[in-house]
């Protein structure tokens, strides 16, 4: 691995592990946190939903921000941010500063996330992304599933102000890293993996030998100015501006070339503002668009609060509307066409979108299920779903290999059908249901979702324009911070609209309907890319400028 990727992968991985970790520690250490701080449940459950509204609204505009300014300096602010917000966070007095600290650790949140995709991106060449995409996944599988024993061990232990800290040292590292470490230019992706071909320079052969240049009108062989041919009606004394030679272009007035320059990789012409320019208007539409989404989702899994998500639902339309209008006519739209015009793309978000809605929703209704109906407590209940934890690790380095054979098309059908399957399968789970039936859906769930996500998100990293691939890690990480708002909002109303079932799976609605997410899943799998890769025999070179091709009998 070339020793400018290294740096770059490991700001990725251990960035995205942080965030994950964070959402899971963060889980355990609120019963602590309310009864420290004398906060009631309402308080306590904004220091997530300003969270997650705060991250939602600004991934995109953050990774728009990454393509214009560079991912890597993005993401040192973000990490550096987030290092400074939790520290605040555990030294806050009361409630309302853990809240509003909550919401700044949001919003770096939200500059770091697309930059660990973005940058992977811009230093690693397309044919090679599947391996940091997939060795990313596995590390955060990994902190998830050891987020709640963590956090259990640091609240019991320390309280929960340490849960905080526990992500100010590696946020700061990595944020110093990323501030250290060169940006990675497009042209230069896998400069040094590959040998530069030298191009030939006027005035001499292949082998170096020099060689008699054209005679060019005008010029004598010894390089003496001989004068110009009598042109009718023009005065021979006095220099014409018009003839005057201007480099790069010819006396008619075309265009030439350049002279290259041999073992130098030019690099591209100046970007457009078109690519690279931000666009404030829409920023602040689509930050409202997903804002009200996520608010309006959490409110209506409250009790009490079916109005208020409501009329939060309405302003969801109102504002995605003008927000469509506006990106319409806007000369330089946030939401770049061609992004949006892509089919890869879109089917690859809609997966992540589905797959997550329904595995967090899943995991919402299951946890409840084995704590208040099989009173199991919270390690016994963790221990039940450790094999969705494991295979989440073992099974994201399978999946690049699963992608080169056949193809993303085939390897994300296959994982739907697993998360399908493994959440109907805990549909029909009763009170009676063992270690051993637990285990295996949880195990189903594991392995479709590690396989989707992988997939869709190569698919969506490496079908995008490199100009654009921050908006496309945004809209990649909108999709995982949306879907399981959605799949835990749509459980929770479905719990509330079937009492009588209460959290057992086989009597209520919530997971049959997640299970229908789930399927969802299938169509747009179907929507990604099918071709494997497959080895070809690289085409005969072209014969050196001054050669003769050798033709053997």
């Not at 051993?436 to 392995?447: D, I, N, R, T």
């Not at 869709?456 to 879907?483: D, F, I, K």
Request: a positive charge.
């Amino acid at each position: 691995m070339n020793r400018r990727r290294v740096p770059v992968l490991a700001c990725s991985v251990v960035g995205a592990a942080v965030v994950a970790l964070d959402g899971t520690v963060l889980t355990v250490a609120q019963p602590a946190l309310q009864r420290d701080l004398h906060a009631d449940v309402g308080q306590v459950q904004w220091t997530s939903t300003g969270y997650l509204v705060a991250v939602a609204s600004l991934l995109v505009f953050a990774g728009r921000l990454g393509d214009r300014h560079g991912h890597l300096r993005v993401f040192a602010v973000g990490a550096l941010g987030f290092a400074a917000a939790s520290a605040g966070i555990a030294l806050a007095p009361g409630i309302g500063a853990v809240i509003a600290l909550r919401v700044l650790q949001g919003v770096c949140g939200a500059l770091l996330q697309p930059a660990t995709l973005g940058m992977l991106r811009t230093a690693f060449p397309p044919d090679r992304l599947a391996t940091p995409i997939a060795v990313r996944t596995a590390v955060i599988g990994l902190a998830a599933a050891a987020g709640p024993l963590v956090g259990g061990a640091l609240v019991s232990a320390y309280g929960w102000r340490s849960v905080f800290l526990l992500s100010v040292p590696p946020t700061l590292a990595i944020g110093l890293l990323a501030l250290t470490t060169r940006e990675s230019r497009p042209w230069e992706t896998g400069a040094s993996d590959r040998p530069v071909p030298s191009r030939p320079v006027p005035g001499r052969s292949a082998a170096g030998r020099t060689i008699p240049d054209r005679p060019v009108p005008g010029r004598s062989a010894a390089g003496r100015t001989t004068p110009d041919r009598a042109v009718p009606g023009r005065t021979a004394p006095g220099p014409d501006v018009s003839d005057q030679t201007v480099p790069g272009r010819t006396a008619s007035g075309r265009t030439v070339p350049d002279r290259p320059v041999p073992g130098r990789t030019d690099p591209p012409p100046r970007t457009t503002p078109a690519l690279t320019a931000l666009d404030p208007l829409g920023a602040l539409l689509l930050a409202i668009t997903l804002g009200l989404l996520v608010h309006g989702l959490v409110e209506a899994a409250r009790p009490g609060g079916a109005r208020t998500g409501a009329f939060a639902c309405v302003g969801v339309v109102v504002a995605g509307i003008v927000l469509a209008w506006h990106e319409r006519r806007a000369a330089r739209p946030l939401l770049p066409p061609e992004l949006l015009r892509s089919g890869p793309v879109v089917a690859g978000i809609a997966v992540l979108l589905a797959a997550s809605a329904a595995l967090f929703g899943s995991l919402f209704v299951a946890t409840y299920f084995l704590q208040d109906v099989q009173r199991l407590d919270p390690l016994a209940c963790a221990l039940r779903f450790l094999p969705l934890a494991l295979l989440m690790v073992l099974g994201a380095p399978l999946c690049p290999p699963l992608q080169r054979r056949f193809g993303p098309r085939c390897t994300a059908t296959a994982g739907a059908v697993l998360l399908a399957l493994g959440v109907l399968l805990f549909s029909r789970l009763d009170t009676t249901a063992g270690a051993l039936p637990v285990g295996v859906c949880s195990g189903l769930l594991g392995a479709g979702f590690v396989t989707l996500m992988v997939t869709a998100t190569s698919v969506v990293v490496h079908r995008a324009p490199e100009a654009h691939a921050g908006v496309a890690g945004g809209l990649q990480q909108t999709a995982m911070n949306v879907g399981p708002v959605l799949g835990v909002a749509t459980a929770t109303l479905l719990l509330a609209l079937v009492p009588d079932g209460g959290f057992v799976p086989a009597r209520g609605a919530a997971l049959p309907a997640l299970a229908a997410i789930a399927a969802l899943a299938l169509p747009a799998a179907l929507a990604l890319p099918g071709g494997a890769r497959r080895r070809t025999r690289p085409e005969p070179a072209p014969p050196r400028p001054g050669r003769e091709p050798c033709v053997r009998s």
